[in-house]
């Protein structure tokens, strides 16, 4: 080890930028404490607490009655992050043209399909849930549409973005061919973007399954409802297995997710000659 | 240039199998909504009530706005303070689960882990368990969005060193550097713009899931919401959501003009 490091600067000490913004976060750490209602000493204290919290978890013996009942409230929270996401994803197909400011039919159009994308995005899914929730009832619908709209938010914004950084070269060589305007978004700008599309597809899908397994707290469908339940009335030797469930099937979609970005965006392509 | 008498072979015509995947998706989505009892009947036949629904968020009240616009600067500090436990926490494991840098085999696959583990919970969950544990407050509510989104800081960090340009490492290889001089004279200088940005992201993001914590006990505006919402006290409800959704889209404004700013 050889330290204490010197800074790459040329006096060897810490640029003032940095100077600058560690100060203010931390003038602002000390403003915002009373907010958060932070106190290290009463954290210290609750140390206790938090491992007989976790100890209590492991207490009992799993119930092993309870599997058959976790896979099929797992299998929803997980059908209702793929038809979420498979709806979200075809309808940002069109919006996000219509929301690209070089394939958007008028610059209005294109403004104010932003504006609705960034309102369905300003709200998490949970705040859409409980809306929708209240709106037509219990169960996976509601959740499913609460994801959804938030997904298309995401997934239409990233898709305008990957249609505006689209090189024009594609574009300008197909209208030569006198290609209508549709024709030079269907076969220049849309295969420019769909492989950053993709990767975001599968961004939102991975987020997508975070998200179904909590919205059960609102009454929103899925593994959430099993989930708020065991908490509330001290089953906690059942909440593990819930955690334990959750953490295994995000971590699978996680990998596979990587795998599938990994081939698509760069081992998929058609290589010339090869 | 000479005449190009040598015409290269087309590339063979590449298979479209558009019609194929688009019918099993469509299949799967009619499963999936068959298995979920979906009906779309549902949204036709009750429309008029949904949109008598959405109607009764017409008249917002502000009364109550100041009391509100506290809880909403309580959800921006639960916000902040998450992010700063995120950066700092993703700062420190990040340069371990770097493939390039990474000392040994065993920390990148323990740094990597670690980092999978604290992504894979949900931040709502995690408040879930730290406000059973901790007892109610924005702190526990922090401390979730902390844990969760370090596993995202961490893994952006150390993608970023990984695609840090092989020279760099090289040359201070070459004089000789260990672990933490390579990270202090190539790695984090190279990536510092990068990690401004996805720091500016994360903080973004939290504010935004700050928002709903309150649902599970944690603090902010969440709680005001899930009341009113409880009450069926839909004016208080809608002036609530109004402000979140403005108060998130200025955000949002900010964030991204300080992010063109720092390209």
């Given at each position: 080890m050889s330290l204490p490091l010197r800074w790459p600067t040329p006096d060897g000490l810490p640029p003032r930028a940095l100077w600058v913004t560690v100060g203010g976060v931390l003038l602002l750490l000390v403003l915002s404490a009373p907010l958060v209602e932070f106190n290290p000493l009463f954290l210290l204290g609750k140390l206790d607490d938090m491992g007989s919290f976790v100890l209590r978890m492991f207490e009992?013996?799993?119930?092993?009655?309870y599997l058959p009942q976790l896979g099929q409230k797992m299998l929803e929270t997980l059908e209702m992050a793929v038809l979420a996401t498979l709806i979200a994803t075809a309808l940002s197909l069109p919006i996000g043209i219509l929301a690209a400011r070089n394939a958007t039919p008028h610059p209005l159009v294109g403004q104010i399909m932003r504006d609705v994308l960034s309102f369905f995005r300003a709200l998490p899914e949970l705040v859409w849930a409980l809306v929708f929730v209240s709106a037509i009832?219990?169960?996976p619908f509601p959740g499913v549409l609460a994801i959804a709209v938030v997904s298309l938010g995401f997934m239409a914004k990233f898709f305008a973005e990957a249609i505006e950084v689209t090189d024009t070269g594609p574009v300008e060589g197909i209208a030569a061919t006198g290609a209508s305007r549709m024709q030079v978004r269907l076969f220049a700008m849309l295969p420019q973007a769909l492989p950053d599309f993709v990767g975001t597809l599968l961004y939102v899908l991975d987020h997508n399954i975070r998200a179904a397994t909590v919205?059960?707290?609102?009454?929103?469908?899925?593994i959430g409802f099993d989930l708020i339940n065991s908490i509330r009335y001290f089953e906690f030797e059942r909440l593990i297995v819930i955690l334990l469930a959750i953490y295994l099937a995000v971590t699978l979609v996680d990998r596979l997710s990587d795998r599938l970005r990994d081939r698509i965006i760069i081992g998929g392509g058609y290589r010339h000659g090869s | 240039m000479a005449a190009n008498t040598h015409v290269p072979p087309l590339p063979?015509?590449?298979?479209?199998?558009f019609s194929l995947w688009g019918t099993l998706t469509l299949g799967l989505a009619w499963l999936i909504a068959v298995h979920l009892e979906i009906s779309p009947k549902t949204l036709i036949y009750g429309w008029q009530d949904i949109l008598e629904y959405f109607g009764r968020y017409g008249s917002p009240d502000f009364s109550q706005t100041p009391e509100y616009l506290k809880l909403m600067l309580e959800t921006i500090a639960m916000g902040f303070w998450g992010t700063v436990f995120a950066f700092i926490v993703g700062f420190l494991i990040a340069p371990f689960a770097a493939r390039n840098l990474s000392p040994k085999a065993w920390t990148y696959n323990l740094a990597r882990e670690v980092l999978n583990f604290m992504r894979a919970v949900p931040d709502v969950l995690l408040a879930l368990i730290f406000v059973a544990s901790l007892?109610?407050?924005p702190l526990p509510g922090a401390l979730a969005l902390g844990v969760h989104t370090a596993g995202f800081l961490g893994k952006f960090f150390a993608e970023s060193l990984e695609r840090v340009d092989r020279g760099r490492y090289e040359a201070l290889d070459a004089v000789g550097a260990g672990f933490s001089q390579k990270l202090m004279y190539a790695g984090w200088p190279s990536i510092l713009r990068e990690m401004s940005g996805y720091t500016l992201y994360i903080l973004d993001r939290n504010i935004r899931t700050g928002a709903v914590l309150g649902l599970v006990?944690?603090?902010?505006i969440g709680i005001a919401l899930y009341d009113t919402l409880r009450m069926f006290d839909y004016d208080q409800s809608a002036a609530l959501l109004i402000l979140m959704i403005v108060t998130i889209m200025l955000l949002d404004r900010l964030s991204s003009l300080i992010r063109s700013k720092l390209q």
């Open positions: 009992k013996a799993p119930p092993l009655d009832g219990l169960g919205l059960g707290i609102v009454g929103a469908g899925g | 063979p015509r590449p298979r479209n199998l007892g109610l407050g006990g944690a603090g902010g």
